[in-house]
């Protein structure tokens, strides 16, 4: 009996047959194939990449009791060990894969193949640093990853980065105004600090006479 048959969940069961599948076409030239039939082939495997990393991806996140004989630390441990992977790889999967249980709509958009690894992984990079501030609501965070997911398809990774990166622009534009706000208060305040404003009495033994000392902007001295 082989593994394939031992195995009575169905995710291995699916691995083993499609990897006896590819048995099928390893021999397989592309040579031959129509222009169009190319274009199908080259969109659809674009597809079933970005499915099958979330379904390897959920295995990671549920695999802690893999490690509970003691053999390995940690998931990254024992994915690096079995696969030949680097660790520091495998322990980015990890994270990636633990951060799909709670951004589930990246993961639903690449289980149906709507949005690759690559660009799941600038998504997530992303919500992962609105979830860490204090000043961004769970709400705000959740239509970001609506938004951001809704625009991925339509947006090369750089494009998407960029999005990612100014996404409170469109989801919440009232946080972005308020710390602009902030920002050019503590620049004036900063700016006033530089001013400078003093008085000397009989400067140099002259009696009755007081010296000015100023540090003004150039504006208002050019009004004196």
């Known amino acids: 009996m ?6 009575t969940h169905a995710i291995p069961r699916f691995a ?3 990897d006896d599948a590819l048995d099928r076409v390893t021999d397989s030239s592309a040579l031959h194939m129509r222009p169009e039939e190319k274009i199908d082939a080259i969109v659809t495997l674009a597809k079933v990449k970005a499915r ?3 379904l390897e991806l959920r295995v990671l996140a549920a695999a802690d009791d893999a490690c509970e004989d003691g ?3 940690t ?3 024992l994915a690096a060990a079995k696969t030949g992977e ?7 999967d990890v ?5 799909l249980d709670r951004f589930t709509t990246v993961a639903d958009a690449m289980a149906a ?7 799941a992984r600038i998504i997530i990079r992303a919500l992962a640093d609105l979830d860490g501030d204090p000043d961004v609501s769970r709400d705000v965070v959740d239509r970001a990853e609506q938004h951001l997911v809704s625009q991925a398809a339509d947006l090369g990774p750089r494009e998407l980065r960029e999005l990612a990166g100014g996404v409170l622009q469109w989801v919440a534009p009232w946080i972005e105004d308020e710390r602009e706000r902030k920002r050019l208060e503590a620049a004036e305040c900063r700016a006033q600090r530089r001013l400078m404003l003093t008085f000397h009495n009989s400067p140099g033994g002259l009696e009755g006479v007081t010296e000015v000392r100023a540090r003004i902007p150039s504006a208002v001295a050019g009004r004196l």
């Open 71 to 73: 053999a390995y630390r």
């Open 75 to 77: 998931v990254a441990d």
């Open 16 to 18: 083993h047959a499609v």
């Open 2 to 7: 082989t593994i394939s048959d031992s195995c």
């Open 113 to 119: 193949g709507v949005v690759s690894e690559s660009k």
């Open 52 to 54: 099958l990393a979330v």
């Open 86 to 92: 680097d660790r520091s790889r495998c322990a980015a």
């Open 95 to 99: 994270a990636l894969a633990l951060a």
